[in-house]
Each structure stands twice: as structure tokens, then as C-alpha cells.
């Protein structure tokens, strides 16, 4: 097994025995998404007039937050999260936990429309990238290696490409 950084690249096999898909059925499950059209289009320009610097390099750069720095790595209130380009939903409460990976995590999206995959080879890696589907910024990664009892999946997604929005119920912002 090789560590990088706050990662731990496991053998197939061992994501296979923990209920994950395989390698190849991920990438074949979200290949299908790279061909959307963004239904939100905007110019460079445009996304710089609404973003600050910071999120317009991990949202339309690619960019990552430094790990354990992002607003919602810790945050437990219910509620749903936003995409910070267009307000789209992308991810809710009820399936965000702690992995201690540095950044939030869910182990499922807020539905169907909310996200899409694609693959990235950037940094000499295979992952799959998430990107809201809406407006398609970059919101982080999908990997293998989430709760075994749910999806198997872990969205490790940058806080900075959210906008949190607490239920209205629980009274906190």
C-alpha cells in the first residue's frame, strides 16, 4: 500500500472486500456523464466578477483548499449545500460524514441531477472528478473508499465550492 499525503491508495481487491464497485465499474459508471452541456454558461470574465480569487481557482480552475482549512469539514448541522457558482444543490446533510480526509464528505449526492463525473489523469492520478451539474465547476472527487453500509463512495468535496444552508427548523446559520 503507498500513502499520499492525507490519502491512502488501497489495492482493488481491498476496496472490493469492503463492499466497494471495482476500479473499471466506477470509471464505466461515470464516463457516461462527461458529454453534459453546463445548462449555466458564463465567459472567464463573467466567473471573475462573481467569484473571489480563491474560488475561482479550485471552482473553475480545478484547484483544491488546503485540507482541514475548508468551513465545512467539521460542520454536523442539517441542512443542504449549494453549488457557490450557481446555487444548484448538489450535496445534503443526511449523507455527509466525517473521513477524516481534510475536507467535507458525503457518501451520496442530493439526486440524480445534482452532480456529474468525469475522469481526471491530472497530477500523474486516475480519479474521477465531481462537477456540479448545472454550471459544471469543479466541486472535488468521488473515490472507493467510503461507508461499506451505504454507497461505498466518498465524495471529498473543497468547502469553498459550497454555500451551506441550515434547515429552517434548527435555528443555526
Known sequence: MKSIGVYLILPVAALLSAGCQSNKSIKQSHAMNEKSTPAVIK??????????????????EAGTERPFMGKYT?????GNYYCKACGHLIFTSDTKYHSGCGWPAF???????AVITKMDYSHGMTRVEVLCQQCHSHLGHVFEDGPADKTGLRYCINSISMEFKPDSTTGKP
Open 74 to 78: 467539521d460542520t454536523d448541522d442539517k
Open 107 to 113: 457518501y451520496d449526492k442530493a439526486g440524480k441531477s
Open 43 to 60: 465567459s472567464n470574465e463573467e466567473w471573475k466578477q462573481i467569484l473571489t480569487d480563491e474560488e475561482y481557482y479550485v471552482l473553475r
